[in-house]
T-cell receptor, first 110, second 114 residues
């Protein structure tokens, strides 16, 4: 089942912070975050695994609340390069497919 | 260079004319997947493959076929394309099934069916 992302869109000025949320109705094994620039392929940002392990980006952080089946992506001191569409993807059990949400569009202006 | 390649990048075709979109990766990844992307709907999985000769349906498999005869290739076949298959298609691969591994995406194939 597709995870739900919120908000659908965010507009920021450089230097401002943003939080993007991802929630699932199912228990989760892992949550993935990707960013897609217009006209390009999605690019990996981060994986958060059940149990607390994280792999990914140095300047972007995320949290994973296993009990609530929720994850949040934290973009601090945003830069113009942060603009794009952010997708979360969820995996219910090890060995099953990654299912993506509908995305959150982030626009950062100077 | 480690990469996922797709061909063609752009394709305009007519209803009913069979077509194949190729996908190839040079990273010896076991897991490969096809997604379609439509405005407002995000990335929806069409088919995936956990290894050679092992394929399974994703969320939107109707009208598509795949095969995985070699580890590096995972072609997407549209036997009789229809206008509702007009979309942006992405192939992706990862070392193993997606739970703990990042997916590497190809550049995308924009398909228009008239």
């Amino acid at each position: 089942q597709q995870p739900v992302q919120s908000p659908q869109a965010v507009i920021l000025r450089e230097g401002e912070d943003a939080v993007i949320n991802c929630s699932s109705s199912k228990a989760l094994y892992s949550v993935h975050w990707y960013r897609q620039k217009h006209g390009e392929a999605p690019v990996f940002l981060m994986i958060l695994l059940k149990g607390g392990e994280q792999k990914g980006h140095e300047k972007i952080s995320a949290s994973f609340n296993e009990k609530k089946q929720q994850s949040s992506l934290y973009l601090t001191a945003s830069q113009l390069s942060y603009s794009g569409t952010y997708f979360c993807g969820t995996v219910a059990q090890a060995g099953t497919a990654l299912i993506f949400g509908k995305g959150t569009t982030l626009s950062v202006s100077s | 260079e480690a990469q996922v390649t797709q061909n063609p990048r752009y394709l305009i075709t007519v209803t009913g004319k069979k077509l194949t979109v190729t996908c190839s990766q040079n990273m010896n990844h076991e897991y490969m997947s096809w997604y379609r992307q439509d405005p407002g709907l995000g990335l929806r999985q069409i088919y995936y493959s956990m290894n050679v000769e092992v394929t399974d349906k994703g969320d939107v498999p109707e009208g598509y076929k795949v095969s995985r005869k070699e580890k590096r290739n995972f072609p997407l076949i549209l036997e009789s394309p229809s206008p509702n298959q007009t979309s942006l298609y992405f192939c992706a691969s990862s070392p193993r099934t997606g739970a703990a591994y990042e997916q590497y995406f190809g550049p995308g194939t924009r398909l228009t069916v008239t």
